[in-house]
């Protein structure tokens, strides 16, 4: 009796062991493989517009730092949104949400103000950054819809 007892205890704990001994399912494998989806950079469904020349502007880099920015420093911008390098502008002579082509630098939008006229103020993530780039002149074009 006790022997049986000891042999189903062990039974037991051999399938108890043989559980927690078995290797956990990795997970990644069953995961489908990462899909590339290709970026069509010329959608057929966006609105048609062209780019409209607005002469030469200056200019200048900024970042969100206290020497840039004073005591807006690490805010949002005028029209509400965290700047981000690659996007945000500061123009004063161009509406917030403007949509702003500069040669040599790419398309932005112009969400910030600060700097007036024909002066337009990029945004930077790194201030060496900004003072690596100084002061430049650039053809800056403005998006309108058709
Ligand atoms: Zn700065």
């Known amino acids: 009796m006790h022997k049986l007892v000891g042999q189903a205890i062990g039974f037991v704990f051999g399938c108890a062991l043989a ?5 956990l399912v990795c997970l990644a494998e069953e995961t489908a493989p990462v899909e590339v989806v290709e970026t069509v950079t010329e959608d057929v469904t966006a609105p048609a517009g ?7 502007y200056k200019l200048t880099f900024f970042c969100n730092c206290r020497r840039c920015c004073g005591k807006w420093a690490g805010g949002p911008t005028a029209s509400g949104t965290m700047p981000a390098e690659g996007r ?3 123009c004063g002579s161009l509406p917030l949400g403007t949509r702003i ?3 040599g630098q790419g ?3 112009v969400e910030d103000r600060g700097v007036r006229g024909k002066h337009i103020d990029i945004y930077m993530d790194s201030h060496s950054a900004c003072l690596r780039n100084g002061v430049k002149y650039a053809g800056v074009f403005r998006w309108v819809q058709d």
């Open 19 to 23: 559980v927690a001994s078995m290797p």
């Open 50 to 56: 062209h780019w409209v020349p607005l002469g030469e």
């Open 88 to 90: 945000t502008v500061a």
């Open 101 to 103: 082509l500069i040669a």
């Open 107 to 109: 398309e932005y939008i």
